[in-house]
């Protein structure tokens, strides 16, 4: 069964909305969580790296007050999109994993955002 | 840097045999994984095997094996028997071993390789 939930997987949205998307991991405390993002055809490209209990890393050209991110706890992370315009629409993707170990990274099943 | 090179941007493969998918890395750290995942078309990335840089055999997870030469710095990834539900995204990836120079253990992915099973 999946060991990371991703919520919603679909959202449709009009311009200006902000709009959040969660990441749980299930079974395991995930100190380190990852946003993807995802155009079509095309490779994922990190976003953002988001450690429990501090502030999110962000690669460079991610705009972090657009792309809002906070790891309250060690199960959840959440990615708030804020004011979101018809550019953003993508394909967001996060992933998580036990800092320290060899574990592979589980993925959520990813959101599909579309603004209109 | 770290880098994942996968040439093939599209590979057919007849049901029922098998097929290699191509994967050369770079990274100049000593210890680091490299990963394999598949991607359907709905989206959700599954995690289909892990080779570790010491790691002396080739990692096998059932129809999945993969061909780690070192020296080349390649992580090809074989699937034998192949299946119309392998049609999909896949995607080569490496990640640091942790606690070596301040990663934080990020996947660094290739562009991905379109397989195309035919019936």
């Known amino acids: 069964g999946a060991v990371v939930s991703q919520h919603p997987s679909w959202v449709i949205c009009k311009s200006g909305t902000s709009v959040k998307i969660e990441c749980r991991s299930l079974?395991?405390?995930?100190?380190?969580m990852f946003w993807y993002r995802q155009f079509p055809k095309q490779s994922l490209m990190l976003m953002a790296t988001s450690n429990e209990g501090s502030k999110a890393t962000y690669e460079q050209g991610v705009e972090k007050d657009k792309f809002l991110i906070n790891h309250a706890s060690l199960t959840l992370s959440t990615l708030t999109v804020t004011s979101a315009h018809p550019e953003d629409s993508s394909f967001y993707i996060c992933?998580?994993?036990?800092?320290?170990?060899?574990?592979?990274?589980?993925f959520g099943d990813g959101t599909r955002l579309s603004i209109l | 840097a770290q880098k994942i090179t996968q040439t093939q941007p599209g590979m057919f493969v007849q049901e029922k045999e098998a097929v290699t998918l191509d994967c050369t890395y770079d990274?100049?750290?000593?210890?680091?994984?490299l990963f394999w995942y598949k991607q359907p078309s709905s989206g959700e990335m599954i995690f289909l095997i892990y080779?570790?840089?010491?790691?002396?055999q080739n990692a096998t997870e059932g129809r999945y094996s993969l061909n780690f030469q070192k020296a080349r710095k390649s992580a090809n990834l074989v699937i034998s028997a192949s299946q119309l539900g392998d049609s999909a995204m896949y995607f080569c990836a490496m990640r640091d071993v942790m606690n070596y120079g301040g990663s934080q253990g990020n996947l660094i992915f290739g562009k991905g390789t379109k397989l195309s099973v035919k019936p």
């Open positions: 990274t100049s750290d000593p210890s680091y994984g």
């Open positions: 992933s998580a994993y036990d800092r320290g170990s060899n574990q592979p990274q589980h």
């Open positions: 080779q570790g840089s010491y790691d002396q």
């Open positions: 079974d395991f405390q995930a100190t380190t």
